[in-house]
Each structure stands twice: as C-alpha cells, then as structure tokens.
C-alpha cells in the first residue's frame, strides 16, 4: 500500500517535501518517506489517514524533526484535536522561531486552533474530552542549536509581580540576549529537569 502510494505520488509529481531524500540510512529514510506520504494524504484531506502515517513515525522515531512537528499540528486541526494541535504548533515555533519555512502557516492554524478549543472546552462535558499525543520532547540538538526560549517566550525579559502590585522585569537567565535558549537546556525544561525558579 505505501508503495502504491509513493509511485503514485511520483506519477502525479505531487509536492512533498522530501525529508526521505536526506537520509541515507534506509531506517531512518523509511519514517521520513512516511512523513512525505503523510503530507500528500493531508493535502488531499484524508487527515485520518495522515494522522495514523504521523502517529506511527511518532512512535518510531527518537528525535522529532521540527517540520514533522508543524504537520501533525496542522493536521491535528484539521481532526478537530485543538489541544494537541496548539501543542504542536507551540512546538514547532519555539524550534524554529519566526524564520521557519511554515512560521506563517502555523501562526495562522495555532490562531484557529485556539479559538476553537475555547469554543470547544465552553461546550464539552468531562467524559468528551479525549487524550491528545504527548508533547514533543525530543529535537536534534546537531541541527537545531538553539530554540525560542519558553519561559521568557523569546522577550529575553521575564516579568515577575512585586509585593505592592508592580511589575519587576529580570533578564531571563534562560536564554541569551536574543531569547533563545540552548538546545541542551530546552531539552532539561522539556523534561522537568530544569529549575525555573528565578531568585531575587
């Protein structure tokens, strides 16, 4: 079936975006060729079917890479699963920052996706809630060296309230003067393993 699709992806020339052509071992090419069918399937509105190509790289796969984390944001959307889209998308943008190939795109779906979770948690009883993928933790520190930092969200300033009800700003210790925050230490913060606690 997924050499069906594939030949046929070739045949139509559809537009992928060629994670499969990167890699030279067939493993690791093999879950990048599924990220590629994933993503015809989805610009063909079979999301469901999309969804299970993602969730199965998601499950293989060690460290996510940072378009994979787009499109199943994206996608997600398109299932209706607004938290885990919002998820994703955060994901996607704290990788890349504001110079990522699809940072206009997920802006737009994270924007939709948010406003229609709300309208979504208004609406919804306890029992419709359902489980969302869990939060990418993992991303390749060799190609991506930095991230937008999430605690300061990339201002570089962290704002804390003082004891009168007036606002006192600290250079996050986080990030540098940029507000980006190394590889490492997101991948610490992802786990829970990084304190955040900023002293006076």
């Not at 996510?64 to 199943?72: D, G, K, R, S, V």
């Not at 779906?109 to 993928?133: G, H, I, M, W």
Request: aromatic share 12%; with cysteine.
């Amino acid at each position: 079936m997924i050499l069906k699709l594939w030949t046929l992806v070739l045949l139509l020339g559809i537009s992928v975006s060629g994670f499969s052509q990167d890699y030279v071992d067939p493993e690791h090419r093999q879950l990048m060729m599924k990220i590629d069918e994933g993503v015809v399937l989805m610009n063909q509105g079979e999301y469901n079917r999309a969804d299970s190509y993602f969730q199965e790289v998601l499950t293989a796969i060690d460290i996510i890479p940072a378009e994979l984390c787009f499109y199943f944001g994206k996608n997600s959307y398109h299932l209706k699963k607004y938290k885990q889209s919002i998820d994703w998308l955060n994901k996607y943008i704290e990788i890349k920052g504001t110079t990522g190939q699809f940072f206009d795109q997920a802006r737009e779906y994270l924007s939709l996706s948010e406003t229609d979770f709300l309208a979504q948690q208004r609406n919804a009883t306890p029992r419709s809630v359902q489980p969302d993928k869990a939060k990418p933790q993992q991303i390749d520190c060799n190609t991506t060296p930095f991230v937008l930092c999430p605690i300061c969200k990339g201002s570089g300033v962290i704002i804390e309230q003082g004891a009168l009800g007036s606002a006192i700003y600290r250079t996050c210790p986080y990030s540098d003067g940029s507000g980006r925050m190394t590889c490492e230490n997101y991948q610490k913060y992802a786990r829970g393993e990084l304190s955040t606690i900023v002293s006076p």
